[in-house]
Nanobody, 117 residues
Framework: VQLVESGGGLVQPGGSLRLSCAASGFTFSTSAMSWVRHFPEKGNEWVGAIYSDGGTHYADTTKGRFTISRDNDKNMVYLQMNSLKPEDTAKYFC????????????WGLGAQVTVSS
C-alpha cells in the first residue's frame, strides 16, 4: 500500500491550494479516504473523508472551505482548500480510512502547507 501526496506549498491568507494523493496497492474504489493534518504543537486533526460512494464528511474547522473529491479511474483523492488562514498551516496527510486514529491503515508522507503573507 502506498499513498503519495503532492501540491503543498506557500500560499497567502485567503488563497487556495489543491492537494493530490496518489494511491496504490489496495482496492481504492471501495475504500474511504481521509485527509488529516498535523500541527507540531497540537498533534493530528482529522480534516474530512470521502466514502466509496462519493459522499463526504468534514470537520467543523474546515467545513465550507475545504472540499474532498476522488477519481476512482486514476486512484486519486484531492483536497481543495479555499479561503486559507494562517491557522491552516500544517502538514497534510492522506489516509486510507474514514477516520483517525485507525488500525490497519496507511498514511502518506505528507505535504506541507504554509499560509503566510
Amino acid at each position: 500500500v502506498q499513498l503519495v501526496e503532492s501540491g503543498g506549498g506557500l500560499v497567502q491568507p485567503g488563497g487556495s491550494l489543491r492537494l493530490s494523493c496518489a494511491a496504490s496497492g489496495f482496492t481504492f474504489s471501495t475504500s474511504a479516504m481521509s485527509w488529516v493534518r498535523h500541527f507540531p504543537e497540537k498533534g493530528n486533526e482529522w480534516v474530512g473523508a470521502i466514502y466509496s460512494d462519493g459522499g463526504t464528511h468534514y470537520a467543523d474547522t474546515t467545513k465550507g472551505r475545504f472540499t474532498i473529491s476522488r477519481d476512482n479511474d486514476k486512484n486519486m483523492v484531492y483536497l481543495q482548500m479555499n479561503s486559507l488562514k494562517p491557522e491552516d498551516t500544517a502538514k497534510y496527510f492522506c489516509v486510507n480510512s474514514d477516520y483517525v486514529p485507525c488500525v490497519k491503515c496507511t498514511w502518506g508522507l505528507g505535504a506541507q502547507v504554509t499560509v503566510s503573507s
